[in-house]
């Protein structure tokens, strides 16, 4: 009997009649999530967000936790970094899924037509800051595993939603914080799918990596009207950026990648000169004569997954070691700021692959895998946890995240959550 009523095709239809009926529910449940102003900085309204989905997920019988990653970085009384992990065992042992959105959003911004936190539902879309990025995507997540769970309430494994804070500025206080602590490896979870808004029809297994560092030029103090007597830093600094121009930028264009990132721009090595100060500081009133002795400019150098991070140091070092035997008086110091390893999983790989099937199923098209250019919590799901199995699928439009009147189509949230349920149910029932 039981055997029976898991027939996958059975299940799936199960699933998917489920999901269409509670359509209004996903729209409730997004609005709902959009009213709360959780703006990362400073990281306003975290707690009452946590506490509203923790009390959903606990009245449908799944087992609360609230982690409280004190003293991370924006950490304190007034904004304290709450996150929410909810598991609802099954009926037997297998693999645990896991699906972990960020609850964080950027500021608001200029250029909005309506108020950010009205969830306003208008055209077959909701709109509001984080309706794309990501709580259109968590909304579904949620109704996806609810409808498992109603379906199929003896399933096997286990089955977990996340909420957490801060993966705008870098994740320390949300999934970094907890995959440290276990909550994101083996054997407690298997596999992680992040509802990041990259379009429902698309598979993201991976992001390129990134290195940030700062570099000082030094010079000598002196009158601006005798520049001769001193030394100057922002000259020092323009000598290196003529270098970056003439013989970095060239290298960077010519490599390329195996990894399906989108923009396909972004299949190249790139490196953004993040910004520069020089001399005196900006806005110091009317400026004194003076020639500078510093100047700093920061990179953001974003890698391949064929790149290496020490490859990658050393390339600018050299540059900046060269200058220091051409060039009089050049003085300089580096300092890495943040470094992250590119990832890719596995498009073979379980959740990957059942994700792909569940989307040829419920949209009738052959999605796409992709990489990001940029990273997001994935990076410590894999780096921390030790965890491959991971990627993000998400209903949002990729190119609406953080921009004013940001939406999310009420088709995709209802056609992802299918896709995540179905892909979900075959990863526990292991019929992937
Ligand atoms: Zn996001």
């Given at each position: 009997?039981?055997?029976e009523a898991?027939?996958?095709?059975d ?21 709902e999530?959009?009213?709360f ?6 990281g306003?309204?975290?707690?009452p ?13 799944f087992?609360?936790?609230?982690v ?11 904004y304290?970094?709450?996150?929410v ?6 009926g ?6 896991h ?21 306003i539902?208008?055209?077959?879309k ?5 309706a ?7 909304a ?7 409808a ?6 003896d ?11 801060d ?6 206080g ?23 808004p990259?379009?429902v029809?698309?598979v ?6 990134v290195w ?6 030094r ?6 009207s ?14 290196f950026i003529?270098r970056?121009e003439?013989?970095?930028?060239p ?16 299949r190249?090595?790139?490196l ?7 001399g005196?500081?900006e806005?110091?009133?009317y ?6 002795d510093?100047c700093?400019?920061?990179?953001d150098?974003?890698l391949l997954?064929?790149?290496d991070m020490?490859?990658?140091k ?12 051409d060039?009089?008086g ?7 700021i943040?470094?992250?390893r590119a990832?890719m ?11 792909a ?9 052959q ?6 250019p940029?990273t997001?919590?994935?990076k410590h799901?894999?780096r921390?946890g ?13 190119d609406?995240?953080?921009q004013p ?7 995709d949230?209802?056609?992802?959550a ?6 979900a149910?075959a ?6």
């Amino acid at each position: 009997m039981a055997v029976e009523a898991h027939r996958p095709a059975d299940l799936q239809d199960k699933l998917l009649k489920l999901i269409e009926e509670r359509r209004d529910e996903l729209v409730e449940l997004t609005r709902e999530l959009i009213r709360f102003p959780t703006i990362n900085p400073p990281g306003e309204a975290y707690q009452p967000c946590a506490e509203y989905i923790g009390r959903r997920l606990k009245a449908k019988g799944f087992e609360v936790e609230y982690v409280h990653a004190a003293g991370t970085p924006g950490d304190d009384a007034r904004y304290p970094r709450i996150n929410v992990v909810a598991r609802r065992e099954g009926g037997s042992p297998g693999p645990c899924v896991h699906f972990n959105s960020h609850i964080d959003v950027v500021q608001t911004g200029s250029g909005w037509t309506m108020d950010p936190f009205a969830a306003i539902v208008k055209d077959g879309k909701v709109f509001g800051r984080g309706a794309c990025d990501m709580k259109g995507g968590m909304a579904a997540s949620i109704i996806a595993v609810e409808a498992l769970i109603d379906s199929h309430a003896d399933f096997p494994g286990a089955l977990e939603i996340s909420g957490t804070v801060d993966e705008e500025s870098g994740g320390y206080g949300g999934v970094h914080y907890l995959a440290e602590r276990g909550w994101f490896s083996p054997p407690r979870v298997d596999h992680v799918i992040i509802p990041e808004p990259l379009n429902v029809d698309r598979v993201c297994i991976g992001h390129r990596g990134v290195w940030w560092t700062e570099i000082e030029t030094r010079g000598r103090m002196a009158h601006g009207s005798m520049p001769f007597l001193g030394d100057c830093a922002i000259r020092h600094m323009h000598a290196f950026i003529e270098r970056l121009e003439r013989d970095l930028y060239p290298r960077l264009a010519e490599r390329r990648t195996e990894m399906p990132v989108v923009p396909t721009g972004a299949r190249h090595a790139t490196l953004n000169i993040n910004s520069i100060h020089g001399g005196q500081a900006e806005g110091a009133g009317y400026p004194a004569p003076c020639v500078a002795d510093s100047c700093r400019v920061v990179l953001d150098r974003r890698l391949l997954i064929e790149e290496d991070m020490d490859g990658a140091k050393d390339e600018i070092r050299q540059l900046l070691e060269q200058l220091a035997k051409d060039r009089d008086g050049f003085r300089y110091s580096m300092r890495d700021i943040f470094e992250v390893r590119a990832t890719m999983t596995d498009r073979d790989g379980p959740v990957a692959r059942s994700t792909a099937a569940a989307i040829r199923r419920v949209l009738g098209r052959q999605p796409e895998f992709i990489c990001s250019p940029g990273t997001y919590d994935q990076k410590h799901i894999d780096r921390i946890g030790k965890l491959r199995d991971c990627i993000a699928y998400g209903p949002g439009i990729l190119d609406l995240a953080h921009q004013p009147d940001e939406y999310v189509v009420i088709d995709d949230m209802v056609n992802s959550a299918k896709v995540m349920a179905l892909a979900a149910a075959a990863l526990v029932f292991r019929t992937a």
